[in-house]
């Protein structure tokens, strides 16, 4: 019976849409903190950046690191990440409501290694991290998601 | 012509196997939060099975084949995980700081305390950013507290830009942010029954990322 409640729970959780307006198309999400020298490549409206200590990640932005790159992200709702050499993740979506601390994000990790320590947004248990096969929802914890190309 | 065909299922024998080995997986670095018994992690795989992670050292491989959904609890941390609890960004940090009744400003006293808080907490943050939400309390009504909160707000981070133009605070004016705040919060804490909170949420609430 407790594995039937956890099941719906989890579909429940993974299937929700918020219910609130959120963070504007452009608006700043996070930004990249602890960097290696030089910075790192994001990839915004098919163009390159370089994610340099400091750098205001947008949603639709494609993190991408090389041999020997690595980038810290802290996001506006708390939710910080490590992402590790030779990674690829998309921030699909982020919306966050600053004043009521709630909203909805997901992102795509295609290749590498991404550390997680999940923030506000988890609370809402509309926090994924979407694989090539499979779909995370986060409920609030520190994890490790890895990738092989 | 059939030495080529030879070279060519090699060749996808290989890519074959390549695939077969590698990794996709999650783990847990931390428990999950208390009150999150659906688990840290919920995993929804690609043949519509679930996985749930919630105790530390949990791992979950993901993608499809012989071991996929089987989860496996490590005695203890992997080492290569190790690296990534030094990595993340510094934890952000929150401090309150009270405004007097109908006050839009903070008092000396309070300004002195959130400028010690700022130095004390500011070193060692690359991409440093500051933020300021200012609340108010329930009485008043709605339209009075939101223009109270956007005053508030506005004024508070007036306030710190001054000690920095003061040399007294080192932030890059650039780096604040501020944020009115709304009644949700104060109606929200009523709801959680701590009534006694809110009457008082006269409150300046900065972050530091």
């Given at each position: 019976m407790r594995n039937l409640f956890l099941l719906l729970a989890a579909i429940f959780a993974l299937a929700a849409q918020p219910a609130v307006a959120q963070t504007d198309a452009g608006d700043t999400i996070g930004r990249i903190k602890n960097v290696t020298q030089g910075g790192i490549e994001v990839v915004r409206d098919g163009g390159k950046l370089q994610g340099t200590s400091g750098f205001r990640l947008r949603e639709g932005d494609i993190v991408v690191t090389r041999a020997g790159q690595r980038a810290g992200i802290t996001f506006v709702d708390n939710t910080r990440m490590v992402v590790a050499p030779k990674s690829r993740m998309i921030i699909s979506s982020y919306r966050f409501d600053?004043?009521?601390?709630t909203g909805e994000s997901q992102m795509t990790i295609e290749r590498g290694k991404v550390g997680v320590d999940s923030g506000e947004l988890a609370r809402s248990g509309r926090m994924k991290f979407k694989t090539p096969t499979s779909t995370l929802g986060v409920r609030g914890t520190t994890f490790v998601i890895e990738v092989d190309e | 012509m059939r030495k080529s065909l030879g070279i060519i299922a090699c060749l996808s024998a290989f890519a074959v196997a390549g695939c077969a080995v590698s990794k996709e997986r999650v783990t847990l670095l931390a428990p999950a939060q208390s009150g999150k018994d659906i688990g840290g992690v919920v995993i929804e795989y690609d043949d519509g099975r679930m996985g749930y992670l919630g105790d530390v050292s949990q791992q979950a491989k993901?993608?499809?084949?012989?071991?996929?959904?089987l989860v496996r609890q490590y005695d203890e941390a992997d080492p290569?995980?190790?690296n990534f609890g030094n990595d993340f960004p510094s934890e952000p940090v929150r401090e309150y700081f009270y405004f007097a009744v109908g006050k839009d400003t903070l008092a000396p006293s309070e300004l002195d305390r959130l400028q010690a808080w700022l130095n004390q907490n500011i070193q060692g943050r690359p991409g440093l950013e500051i933020e300021i939400a200012a609340h108010t309390d329930v009485s008043g009504g709605v339209e009075l507290n939101t223009k109270l909160a956007e005053k508030r707000a506005a004024a508070v981070r007036a306030q710190v830009e001054e000690r920095i133009k003061a040399g007294q605070i080192t932030v890059d004016k650039d780096d604040i942010d501020e944020l009115p705040g709304s009644l949700w919060w104060a109606q929200s804490i009523i709801d959680s029954g701590q009534d006694y909170v809110a009457r008082d949420y006269r409150v300046a609430v900065v972050t530091i990322r």
């Open positions: 600053r004043k009521r601390r | 993901l993608r499809s084949g012989k071991a996929a959904h290569q995980y190790a």
